[in-house]
């Protein structure tokens, strides 16, 4: 398989999991100002929209999107449990965190982080953005996770998405809940050793 990514996007959801599973992959670096990949190839050939991450199978197949390309990484180790099992509850809250987490705080925070953006529309996206983290809060309480009670494939999407807060002029720690999860999320192997990968110049 082989990944792209940008550094400090949400491609860092994936890559995190791929290192949680220990699966083989490979690396290659997208610049999102001209969508050109390290190789030097037109990465819109990859991906249409020329927005990472982007998933090439071994087969060739490609897949794109966040939420799609999480579970798909699950569902490669099931003996790891970072996916509940197909046709389970909670493999439909997992799905109802991914699309939370796409569409309640990914989107809104691309709009927010984008230069672009009218600063009216800024102050709205805070507020909005506010009551979701809110809502988070409780949920991420003492040990709480994504999508329940343990550990899954939505939690890198989450921590990395929650990173962006500090870009976007929102202080978490209006919200210790939330901090205490970064740290936590923080501290493993797996995240410490992608943004690591992720730090190195081409």
Not at 31 to 40: D, E, L
């Given at each position: 398989m082989k990944l792209y990514f940008t550094p400090g996007f949400c491609?860092?959801?994936?890559?995190?999991?791929?290192?949680?599973?220990?699966?083989?992959?490979?690396?290659?670096?997208?610049?999102?100002?001209?969508?050109?990949?390290?190789?030097?190839?037109?990465?819109?050939?990859?991906?249409?929209?020329?927005?990472?991450?982007?998933?090439?199978?071994?087969?060739?197949?490609?897949?794109?999107?966040?939420?799609?390309?999480?579970?798909?990484?699950?569902?490669?180790?099931?003996?790891?449990?970072?996916?509940?099992?197909?046709?389970?509850?909670?493999?439909?809250?997992?799905?109802?965190?991914?699309?939370?987490?796409?569409?309640?705080?990914?989107?809104?925070?691309?709009?927010?982080?984008?230069?672009?953006?009218?600063?009216?529309?800024k102050e709205t996206l805070r507020a909005k953005i506010a009551t979701r983290l809110a809502h988070l809060a409780q949920r991420l309480a003492g040990d709480g996770h994504a999508a329940g009670p343990t550990y899954s494939v939505a939690d890198p999407y989450l921590w990395t998405v929650l990173g962006w807060a500090g870009f976007g002029k929102i202080d978490l720690a209006a919200w210790p809940e939330l901090t205490a999860y970064r740290a936590r999320l923080g501290s493993r192997p797996a995240v410490k050793a992608a943004l690591a990968a992720e730090s190195k110049r081409e």
């Open positions: 491609s860092l959801a994936p890559h995190i999991v791929l290192r949680e599973l220990e699966l083989p992959f490979e690396l290659e670096r997208v610049s999102n100002r001209t969508k050109q990949t390290a190789a030097g190839a037109d990465y819109r050939e990859v991906s249409p929209l020329g927005y990472v991450p982007a998933l090439t199978l071994d087969d060739g197949t490609v897949l794109l999107e966040v939420a799609a390309i999480l579970p798909y990484l699950g569902d490669q180790r099931p003996d790891a449990g970072l996916c509940p099992v197909h046709g389970s509850i909670a493999r439909y809250q997992l799905h109802a965190a991914l699309n939370f987490i796409a569409t309640e705080l990914h989107k809104p925070f691309s709009f927010l982080l984008d230069p672009a953006t009218p600063d009216t529309v």
